[in-house]
């Protein structure tokens, strides 16, 4: 029995670390290389539409905007948000859903490698995918992987086939009043258009627009030079 549980302890112990060596090995790819699809396009219902675009390429607001929208400490966290993550426990201890709390990092993590949940597993997968992330690429390539993945449609994937799509024009070319519409799709890309937004909406990409103002110009020029 004994010589049984050190032989399964021995098989898992070498698929562990053949894992984890698979896991650093496509980060490391991924880090100079545009991933060719994701674990979200693959589980798609729609047909996949995504354009890869260089950080380098888009105006300073467009990365501005979600940065402004979904995670405006992102310049500064390793990835995960504890106090974010600390509130949104206390919301489901006190019989509230369990909410997403999901920094930057974490939503390109759980994009790429994973699937939509907010189970306590795949937040706990995403989380270590996250620091991974932070450890293997920075900030600059995780902002510019997130924005090349993110859903911004049905099937629309990255902001530049979002930009052709709803404005006709390649995201190196959108304004900041484009940029901030694109923005407030994100968390719930398959029931918004940029184009004909609610009047809550419409609030949100003004609230959007002030947010980037007081931030500055010059808020994520650390991280993206």
Same mark, same amino acid.
């Given at each position: &029995?004994?010589?049984?549980?050190? @032989?399964?302890?021995? =098989?898992?112990?070498?698929?562990?670390?053949?894992?984890?060596?698979? &896991? !650093?090995? $496509?980060?490391? #790819?991924?880090?100079?290389?545009?991933?060719?699809?994701?674990?979200? *396009?693959?589980?798609?219902?729609?047909? #996949? =539409?995504?354009?890869?675009?260089?950080?380098?390429?888009?105006?300073?607001? *467009?990365?501005?905007?979600?940065?402004? %929208?979904?995670?405006?400490?992102?310049?500064?966290?390793?990835?995960?948000?504890?106090?974010? !993550?600390?509130?949104?426990?206390?919301?489901?201890?006190? +019989?509230?859903?369990?909410? +997403?709390?999901?920094? !930057?990092?974490?939503?390109?993590?759980?994009?790429?490698?994973?699937?939509? +949940?907010? %189970?306590?597993?795949?937040?706990?997968?995403?989380?270590?995918?996250?620091? %991974?992330?932070?450890?293997?690429?920075?900030?600059?390539?995780?902002?510019?992987?997130?924005?090349?993945?993110?859903?911004?449609?049905?099937?629309?994937? @990255?902001?530049?086939?979002?930009?052709?799509?709803?404005?006709?024009?390649?995201? %190196?070319?959108?304004? *900041?009043?484009?940029?901030?519409?694109?923005?407030?799709?994100?968390?719930?890309?398959?029931?918004?258009?940029?184009?004909?937004?609610?009047?809550?909406?419409?609030?949100? $990409?003004?609230?959007?627009? #002030?947010? &980037?103002?007081?931030? @500055?110009?010059?808020?994520? =020029?650390? !991280?993206?030079?």
């Amino acid at each position: &029995m004994a010589k049984r549980k050190r @032989g399964i302890f021995k =098989k898992a112990w070498t698929i562990l670390w053949r894992a984890l060596l698979l &896991m !650093i090995l $496509v980060l490391l #790819v991924f880090r100079f290389i545009p991933p060719p699809t994701t674990a979200f *396009m693959l589980q798609s219902d729609y047909p #996949v =539409k995504q354009t890869w675009i260089d950080i380098d390429e888009l105006p300073s607001y *467009m990365p501005l905007a979600v940065v402004a %929208s979904e995670d405006q400490r992102f310049p500064d966290h390793f990835g995960v948000d504890f106090t974010a !993550i600390s509130k949104a426990l206390s919301q489901y201890d006190d +019989g509230d859903g369990l909410r +997403g709390a999901s920094t !930057i990092t974490q939503q390109t993590a759980k994009n790429l490698f994973l699937w939509s +949940g907010r %189970s306590f597993i795949r937040k706990g997968l995403e989380a270590g995918f996250a620091v %991974s992330l932070e450890a293997f690429w920075g900030k600059k390539r995780i902002l510019e992987v997130y924005l090349n993945i993110a859903e911004f449609g049905k099937g629309i994937y @990255g902001v530049e086939a979002a930009s052709q799509h709803y404005f006709s024009r390649s995201a %190196s070319k959108l304004t *900041m009043n484009q940029a901030a519409r694109l923005a407030v799709l994100l968390p719930s890309p398959r029931t918004r258009n940029p184009n004909d937004l609610s009047y809550y909406l419409r609030q949100r $990409v003004d609230w959007v627009e #002030v947010q &980037m103002q007081q931030l @500055g110009p010059d808020y994520l =020029k650390p !991280i993206l030079e």
